[in-house]
């Protein structure tokens, strides 16, 4: 097993509550980490339907076996365990008594907001980032590899190729949690819809267009795109809005969080396909932007990422907010520096003055050096984040 970044942010999270909850999409690794890390704990899973009566039907009784804690994966399932978990960690006041998982963000976190507000700590697991495969020694050679494979553990620990392996993650993903939290009679046309959103990554969301092209109404759209959020398949990334005199885009971009799940819904079968495929630049910067996505979350933060871009088309892909001020990053797949890359940079940060820290570029190239007033760095630098 690949070490993960997040195991010492599990570590502190769990000392400082009684409760841990490690939530994130199916196949992230949040079983693999809770079960490494609290190894004494008894573990059972609440997808089993003889412990989820159980747990529904005695929920006292439930708790009983588990004097010490435990870990009960997938604890969405049994909501009304929640308010019975609140009576016994206050009795008790033990700090990383019991772990919760779940791959469904509006049930686990509805149950701890209801229950167990002030009582859990939340990390939030993605699969694997750039710097834990190269930390243990799994990082692809190539850049279209790795946007080929993406980050998901089972691709790394197991001999099964991206082509064998997604078709089954959507139809896994697709009957469970789908089913579970919506009422979708057609799941073929729900399929479709994951494949325009995949389509669509990295583009400014235009959610009206996207309903009208797969032939649904803007209210399901809507509840759909909801869905993908709350399982972690998709990430909305918020225009930072300043009052600059002008006017500013107000709709978010969408982005897939794996850019093998979004190769796969775009037909792309091998790596080699990148070289000409249409929508490789997308991909890339989906890449980047999960990988700050994935930083802020393995910290235990959640993702305060924003881009910026005006009504004239002068855009920043990336800023991100440090100290009161924004790093902007320009993501560009090319491999050899273009002048014009550096546009929307210079016109952001004139326009945020003091509060712009020294604007960068992440590109598809190699290399480390300084051009224009701009850091410039290979995609290979993102394996080196914390």
Not at 108 to 119: E, F, K, N, T, V
Not at 262 to 286: C, K, P, Q, V, W
Request: net charge neutral.
């Amino acid at each position: 097993m690949l070490n993960r970044i997040a195991f010492s942010t599990a570590r502190r999270l769990a000392q400082g509550f009684p409760v841990l909850a490690i939530t994130g999409p199916r196949q992230s690794g949040k079983t693999t980490l809770a079960r490494a890390l609290f190894a004494g704990k008894p573990y059972v899973t609440l997808e089993d339907p003889e412990e989820r009566e159980f747990a529904d039907a005695d929920p006292r009784g439930f708790l009983a076996r588990f004097p010490e804690g435990a870990i009960f994966d997938e604890a969405q399932r049994c909501p009304s365990l929640f308010s019975y978990l609140q009576g016994v960690v206050d009795e008790h006041r033990q700090m990383g008594e019991f772990i919760l998982t779940g791959s469904q963000q509006f049930g686990l976190m509805s149950g701890i907001a209801q229950s167990l507000a002030g009582r859990a700590g939340l990390l939030q697991l993605l699969p694997f980032s750039l710097a834990e495969l190269k930390e243990g020694g799994a990082l692809p050679a190539s850049l279209d590899t790795v946007m080929f494979q993406g980050g998901y553990p089972t691709l790394y620990d197991r001999p099964v190729t991206p082509s064998d392996w997604f078709p089954n993650y959507v139809s896994t993903y697709v009957e469970r949690d789908v089913r579970q939290l919506l009422a979708v009679r057609d799941l073929s046309l729900f399929q479709r819809f994951l494949k325009m959103c995949a389509a669509r990554s990295g583009q400014l969301l235009n959610l009206s267009a996207l309903a009208a092209d797969c032939g649904i109404s803007h209210v399901t759209a809507r509840e759909w795109l909801s869905v993908l959020e709350a399982s972690y398949i998709v990430y909305l990334l918020r225009p930072y809005h300043r009052n600059f005199g002008k006017r500013l885009v107000k709709m978010p971009k969408l982005y897939f969080l794996d850019t093998g799940l979004m190769a796969y819904l775009l037909g792309i079968r091998d790596a080699e396909m990148f070289a000409t495929h249409a929508s490789r630049g997308m991909l890339f910067e989906t890449l980047v932007v999960s990988e700050w996505v994935k930083h802020q979350f393995n910290a235990g933060q959640g993702a305060e990422l924003y881009f910026w871009r005006d009504s004239a088309g002068h855009e920043v892909d990336l800023l991100v907010p440090q100290g009161g001020c924004f790093m902007p990053v320009e993501i560009k797949s090319g491999a050899t520096f273009s002048a014009d890359w550096v546009v929307a940079l210079r016109k952001m940060t004139t326009l945020f003055g003091d509060t712009a820290l020294p604007p960068g570029i992440i590109y598809g190239g190699d290399g480390r050096y300084e051009r224009d007033g701009c850091r410039v760095v290979g995609w290979r630098a993102l394996a080196e984040k914390g």
